[in-house]
Every structure is written in structure tokens, then in C-alpha cells.
T-cell receptor
């Protein structure tokens, strides 16, 4: 079955630096890959979606890459701020039978220090 | 405002006492689903629904029931809760028109003692 690996250790970085989070998966590549942000005690919030035929997607300070050969997605936050501190979830979108079934990773916690 | 609303947000219950967690969305989404989130395991899908009266099992359906009598509502039923169902539960909705984006509720913390 499909497995997703995100770094379980928290990522600590200094304000202003670029944060890079990794999402690795096994088996077959999904049609889409999504990234969500989750704050403590809150529901995940959608950030970005990237399709299998796209190499890179940007949104303001966020950038996602998708390498189907390496079976990996990288999530970058440039000029990071303390407000970016949260857990970031990677999700594989396994479109099947007319339904977009998401398989989530366990998430990586990011802490941005002033 | 687009919302997925779940209740209760916090609940402590005893083993075997039936409970229902309600979920309602105001976006006219056809897809709804329930997830549970446990430390180190990520979000795991319990049940999903592709439309009214259409439901199917997700990855961890044992011990749960759902129904979809109306498009906006998708309650999660625990007929006989057990301590291993202590978890954080999320309801979610999506639509083809929402570009595959999933909208999550705020979560329901459930403790079964």
C-alpha cells in the first residue's frame, strides 16, 4: 500500500531563512499532491496543490516541487516568519473511482524563531 | 463564510455509551468524509460519502457508522465506543468544483474512558 514519509523531527529555523520540508512516498505516483498547514488544535488548511505533470508551483512565499522519479515533493517557505510555525502535512491525491481520496503523511512541525 | 462545523468539539464518554458527532457544511459539496488523527499516524480516513445516500468505508472503519440523508450533513456514530477510539476527529468536505481542495472542520476531541 502507499506510504508517505515526512520528517517526524521538528524543523527549527531562524526567522528570515528558507524552510524546506520533505515528503517522500512509495509505490505509484499520485495524480496530485497537496500540502496543508495545521495549527495546534485546529483543522488542516489547504495551501497548495501540484499535479504530476508540474515540476514546480508557487504561491507568494511558498513553493512546492514534485519529482515523480524520486517520488518526492519539497515544500519551501522563503523569508520565514514566526507566524509560519505550524505542522505541515503532505497528502497524496489518489483519484480513484470518481473520488479524490487523500492519503496523509504524519506531518512535520516547523518552528521559526525570531 | 464557507464552513465545516462539527459538534461537540470536546467530549469525554464512557465505554459502550453510544455517541454521535455531527458535521455540517454550507458549501453544497458533494463529497464528505471523516478522519481520525493520532500522534505519529497522520490523518486516517474512517468513512466517506460521494453524495446523498452514498457512503463507503475508508481505511479504518471498524467501530464507526455514518449516514448521509442530506447533502449538508454527515454524522459519525460510535455505537459502542471503546478506549482505542480516543482520538481527534475531523470532518471534511470537498467538491469537483473546489479543485480537489478539502475543507476541514475544527476537530472533535473524543476521550473514551
Amino acid at each position: 500500500s502507499q506510504k508517505i514519509e515526512q520528517n517526524s523531527e521538528a524543523l527549527n529555523i531562524q526567522e528570515g531563512k528558507t524552510a524546506t520540508l520533505t515528503c517522500n512516498y512509495t509505490n505509484y505516483s499520485p495524480a496530485y499532491l497537496q500540502w496543508y498547514r495545521q495549527d495546534p488544535g485546529r483543522g488542516p488548511v489547504f495551501l497548495l496543490l501540484i499535479r504530476e505533470n508540474e515540476k514546480e508551483k508557487r504561491k507568494e512565499r511558498l513553493k512546492v516541487t514534485f519529482d515523480t522519479t524520486l517520488k518526492q515533493s519539497l515544500f519551501h517557505i522563503t523569508a520565514s516568519q514566526p507566524a509560519d510555525s505550524a505542522t505541515y502535512l503532505c497528502a497524496l491525491d489518489m483519484f480513484s473511482g470518481g473520488y479524490n481520496k487523500l492519503i496523509f503523511g504524519a506531518g512535520t512541525r516547523l518552528a521559526v524563531h525570531p | 463564510e464557507a464552513q465545516v462545523t462539527q459538534n461537540p468539539r470536546y467530549l469525554i464518554t464512557v465505554t459502550g455509551k453510544k455517541l454521535t458527532v455531527t458535521c455540517s457544511q454550507n458549501m453544497n459539496h458533494e463529497y464528505m468524509s471523516w478522519y481520525r488523527q493520532d500522534p505519529g499516524l497522520g490523518l486516517r480516513q474512517i468513512y466517506y460519502s460521494m453524495n446523498v445516500e452514498v457512503t463507503d468505508k475508508g481505511d479504518v472503519p471498524e467501530g464507526y457508522k455514518v449516514s448521509r440523508k442530506e447533502k449538508r450533513n454527515f454524522p459519525l456514530i460510535l455505537e459502542s465506543p471503546s478506549p482505542n477510539q480516543t482520538s481527534l476527529y475531523f470532518c471534511a468536505s470537498s467538491s469537483r468544483d473546489s479543485g480537489n481542495t478539502i475543507y476541514f472542520g475544527e476537530g472533535s476531541w473524543l476521550t473514551v474512558v
